[in-house]
């Protein structure tokens, strides 16, 4: 259902429809750590995400949870309660500190892992099942199939930018915050400082179910339900 590669490369977690998470060698592909319904989640675990430093990774499921663990030894830190349908989606702030979670509730919900406590806001109806968080913690957007495309201002808890047309399951906003790029199976990449969209490309045959930015080359790499990845420059052409 989900995987994250860890800041210094060396690690892959991941989360599936068999109710465990893995934590894998990322050069070899050994499996370091395997945890099991009884130490986690009892549902599909439908998003995994590593802390900026990568000392702790999150796990979201459907059993409506989230939990926070040690990367190194997988040791259970926190578990926060609160959504009352399907998780979809987690991210974590820069702070390392500070989590959010979509869920098919209609909402997005921040949790401090410091601070006991937290506060939610309404989103969409369909959704949200991604919310890529901008590396400065004031935006995050919010991937909803109800064909509304939102990037909300975190400290109001308002909608600073929106884009009709654009049903998606999958987003991410760039390394330096200045695009975010979507879509439904066409690849949609937005300019977030001028408030439009400046690409829309065609390529996959079907709905695009995981997109990232690759920072060092400023590209983006989509995967889709048609069987295929492909990877995409700034302009919208498919290069691979």
Known sequence: QSCDLSPDGGKIVTGGKDNQVRMLDAATGKLLYLLEPHKGHVKWVNAV???G???LFASASDDQLVKVWETETGKLLYTFKGHT????????SSDNKTIFSASA???IKKWNIEKPGQYQFHVCNNGPWDIPLGDDGKWIAAACSDTILNVWNLASR????SYSGVSAIAAAISKDGKY???????????DLGQKKKIVSSKGHQ???TGIDWMPRRNLVATASGDGTVRIWNEKGDSVK
């Open 158 to 161: 308002t909608i600073a930018q």
């Open 180 to 190: 975010l790029a979507s879509g439904n199976t066409n690849v949609e990449i937005f």
């Open 105 to 107: 509730d209609g909402t």
């Open 53 to 55: 430093d990568g000392k």
């Open 85 to 92: 349908s399907n998780i979809n989606g987690v991210a974590f």
């Open 206 to 208: 079907n709905r695009i």
């Open 49 to 51: 995400r590593f802390s």
